[in-house]
């Protein structure tokens, strides 16, 4: 009764339709958005029961431009994480000897190794790949400044620098722009909708992977102020999703292996050990890793696929290790078990006195990671809107490798830094307007792989690096760093983020000492590992997973609490201005991404208020009509079949009893295997496609296998031929529909349907009434169109639009 008040008292102001204020739903249709503020800090019950009236309710600006948050895209699907324990399922397991039940289970742990073995190779292909093309190019530069060190003939060195960056750069950006733009940036918001059951077009294909790692080379080795440690997470979750199935789609070749993978779930958990196998070759962090995968993606977990993951990120780390000792010239050394390395901190400490020092570093980081996400937010709406067109694409990442390029000959140029070469172990150093023995300090950090320029910040002597040096150089890194991600060229976050963050903590701890020159203070390096930490967190956001792998990548257990501190006071900070950059990027796109949490503010709303309730039913009069959406719900139909569509009212409309669910994907084989019908069938589909299907041959023989055979690439219905006779056909759905599916009262909360869909990573959930009558559907996208926010203190509900892609 108060809900009905509610929704009437709101859906008198608008004439909008939103099944929030007028409880219709047809389908999908842009809708405003709303927000339903708070004007306090947290959410008490009076702010709660504040949400529901209709003075908090605010409209939204308008969705249809783009880079808009209040938007959700009808383009992403969702993933099928839940099993339709259908008779074929029981049949086959029942088939399953011990001895097959072992041998499926083993193949898991082969498949892993696998992952993590391939993983390797390609991060060490990848590392070597830039090692060698940045050593080529900088060792051709420096052969012409050193030429003329006078400084009249500049100029030469100069072009030589900005061609070859143009030239590396150009290679990335045609890849992705013209090959698949899904290889743009460093992957991982991807893969995070991956794991959170949202399939990405296109994330783990065959050319995603190619142009991402070819991509991701040219453009580190093209002096892009990017890293190569990002792109490796989603090169190993594309590795993870192709080994798994035991067949190349893109190749169309099929090994016969592995074929009991073929489904949404088990491809899952090897993609969450796919990316933990990625984290692991980046960082050499295996248990980093793992944690990774825990806390920025998988949405499901458990002991044994912990376990399995672990295995898959420990032969990652061990076979690059391996690799790299074996390139290096040294096969017993094993000092190398990531890509990026961070040096040994032996010898580097800091006293207690110094960590709340480390805190203000924290805020200062924080505040850093919300302004740089938040100039990267504004950059991102401004390539949506402006800068579409493919050649244009190309131009941005061109004039930013030329810019790139440009500042760091400028710095060099104009801050003569000058350091005795000494002891100082610096593999090329520039001696630019330097005298003879010395080197260009800031060449160490400009004239070099951002690899090379984080290991010199945390490891050289103290007084490497003059004030200014540092103080020029971190802003100006700073500002290239969010100019390029976000680029259309394979770009990771964590080595800019690592960089800038090292340079300004490193002037903290240079500037502490002149300061006060009596204290006992750490060494610079301390202070440029505690900036960096302090950075990332800021703009990343991650908080376990990133401690471990900091302190993985560094070797130094000693730095685990200040690292941790650091971590969650920026990601605090941080939170209070924006979000994380990877969410924001998520967001930008309109992907259904369902929080860890329910949005706790929709308390008092109910399933009643977000299904779809106009399920379109099977009539006999309609025919070949179409439907985008991918899930039905099966029926013991009541009415007639020559029922017009159930008016859409606040009394629901019921289809019948709920007798099971099918998915389209199912329905296409069915229609394409032109199984046989049953005309005796009593079950109905509440299917918008092609109604009254299909033939009338022998009696069904399907198996399981015909449907993996198709996954994942399921035809379209056009290209599925059905002659007039088998349109007048029936068709017997219950062997193949999911005959118990996930089915919830219409009265049921919002935030007991979330948790269904978060923690089983369900595609839908029909809406039945206290007579298991279907009377409506809720999917992914209809709960994730509910959204907490907060800004500066204040939290709130908004209900965003789905868009038509
Ligand atoms: P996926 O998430 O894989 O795209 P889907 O295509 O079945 O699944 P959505 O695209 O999430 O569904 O749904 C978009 C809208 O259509 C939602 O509001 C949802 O409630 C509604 N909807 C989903 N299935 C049906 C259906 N069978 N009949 C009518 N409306 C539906």
Redesign the pocket.
């Known amino acids: 009764m108060q809900r009905s008040q509610r929704m009437k008292s709101v859906s008198h102001m608008t004439t909008e339709d939103s099944p929030l204020l007028s409880g219709e739903?047809s389908?999908?249709q842009p809708k405003m958005s709303r927000r339903r503020n708070t004007t306090e800090g947290s959410a008490n019950d009076s702010q709660l029961e504040s949400t529901n009236s209709r003075e908090n309710v605010s409209i939204m600006g308008s969705v249809t431009e783009p880079g808009s948050l209040q938007k959700i895209s009808?383009k992403?699907?969702?993933l099928d994480y839940d099993t339709a324990e259908n008779t074929l399922y029981f049949k086959e397991q029942k088939s399953y000897t011990p001895e097959e039940r072992l041998r499926i289970n083993i193949n898991r742990w082969v498949i892993m190794f696998i992952i993590g073995f391939v993983t390797a190779v390609i991060a060490f292909a990848i590392d070597i790949s830039i090692l060698l093309l940045a050593n080529q190019k900088y060792t051709l530069i420096k052969k012409y400044i050193d030429r003329c060190t006078s400084g009249d003939c500049m100029s030469t060195p100069f072009s030589l620098w900005v061609a070859l960056d143009v030239l590396f750069v150009l290679i990335a950006a045609v890849l992705v722009v013209y090959g698949e733009p899904v290889a743009a940036g460093s992957g991982i918001p991807q893969i995070k909708c991956y794991l959170n059951g949202v399939?990405v077009p296109h994330v783990v294909r065959m050319k995603t992977l190619v142009c991402k790692v070819v991509g991701v080379v040219f453009s580190v080795a093209g002096g892009l102020a990017c890293g190569k440690e990002g792109p490796m997470i989603h090169a190993g979750a594309v590795v993870a999703a192709g080994v798994s199935q035991g067949r190349s789609t893109t190749f169309n070749k099929d090994f016969k292996m592995f074929e009991y993978f073929r489904q949404d779930h088990e491809k899952r958990d090897f993609v969450s050990g796919g990316a933990a196998a990625g984290v692991s070759a980046a960082f050499g962090a295996p248990i980093g890793g793992v944690l990774f995968s825990l806390e920025e993606g998988a949405s499901f977990w458990n002991q044994s696929l912990t376990w399995r993951m672990f295995f898959a990120s420990m032969v990652s780390t061990f076979t690059l290790n391996v690799l790299l000792s074996i390139y290096r010239g040294d096969a017993m050394d094993l000092s190398n078990p990531g890509l990026i390395n961070f040096g040994t901190f032996e010898g580097q400490t800091y006293s207690s006195y110094e960590i709340p020092l480390f805190c203000v570093m924290a805020i200062v980081g924080g505040l850093l990671g919300a302004l740089f996400n938040a100039i990267n937010h504004h950059l991102c709406i401004f390539r949506m809107r402006f800068v579409k067109k493919n050649w244009v694409r190309v131009i941005e990442v061109l004039i930013v490798a030329v810019m790139s390029t440009t500042t760091a000959f400028v710095l060099i140029y104009f801050y003569q830094d000058c350091k005795p070469i000494g002891a100082a172990n610096i593999s090329r150093p520039l001696q630019f307007f330097c005298e003879d023995g010395q080197y260009s300090a800031m060449g160490t950090l400009v004239f070099s792989t951002p690899e090379e320029s984080i290991k010199n910040l945390f490891h050289l002597p103290e007084t490497s690096y003059h004030v200014a040096t540092l103080a020029g150089f971190a802003p100006a890194y700073f500002l290239l760093a969010t100019w390029t991600y976000g680029l259309f060229v394979p770009s990771g976050l964590f080595v800019p983020c690592i960089l800038t963050g090292a340079a300004w903590g490193r002037l903290w701890g240079v500037a502490l000492k002149s300061w006060f020159p009596a204290g006992h203070w750490g060494d610079a390096g301390s202070y440029a590992l505690i900036g960096a930490a302090a950075t990332l967190g800021g703009v990343v956001r991650m908080t376990i997973s990133l401690t471990v792998i900091l302190m993985e990548a560094t070797g130094n257990i000693s730095f685990g609490i200040p690292i941790m501190i650091v971590l969650m006071i920026a990601k605090w900070v941080g939170d209070f201005f924006n979000e994380g950059l990877y969410d924001i990027h998520i967001k930008l796109q309109g992907v259904?991404l369902l929080g860890w949490d329910a949005p706790v503010m929709a308390v008092g709303m109910n399933v009643s208020d977000i299904?779809?309730r106009?399920?379109?039913c099977f009539k006999s009069v309609e025919k070949d009509k179409t439907?985008?959406?991918?899930?039905?719900?099966v029926v013991d139909y009541l009415g007639s079949a020559d029922d017009e569509d159930p008016p859409a009212s606040n009394t629901p409309a019921t289809f019948g009893t709920v007798r099971g669910l099918i998915l389209?994907s199912q329905l296409i084989i069915l229609l394409k295997q032109k199984v046989s019908a049953c005309l005796a069938c009593r079950v109905f589909i509440?299917?918008?496609y092609s109604p009254r299907v299909v033939s009338q041959g022998e009696g069904h023989k399907l198996k399981l296998k015909d449907f993996r055979d198709a996954y994942p690439r399921f035809p379209p219905i056009r290209n599925v031929s059905i002659s007039q006779k088998e349109r007048e056909c029936y068709i017997d759905l219950r062997p193949f529909m999911n005959p118990s599916p996930y089915t919830v009262n219409e009265n049921s909360s919002l935030l007991r349907v979330f948790k269904l869909f978060r923690a089983l990573g369900l595609?839908?959930i029909v809406a039945v009434n206290e007579y298991n009558e279907v009377v409506?559907?809720?999917?992914?996208?209809?709960i994730a169109r509910y959204r907490m926010w907060s800004h500066r203190g204040q939290i709130g509900l908004e209900e965003v639009h789905?868009l038509e892609a």
């Not at 439907?627 to 719900?633: R, V, W, Y």
């Not at 409506?776 to 209809?782: A, E, F, L, N, P």
């Open positions: 739903h389908g999908i009808s992403y699907e969702s399939l259904p299904m779809s106009k399920l379109v439907s985008h959406h991918n899930g039905f719900p389209r509440v299917y918008t595609r839908h409506g559907m809720v999917t992914r996208k209809d789905i």
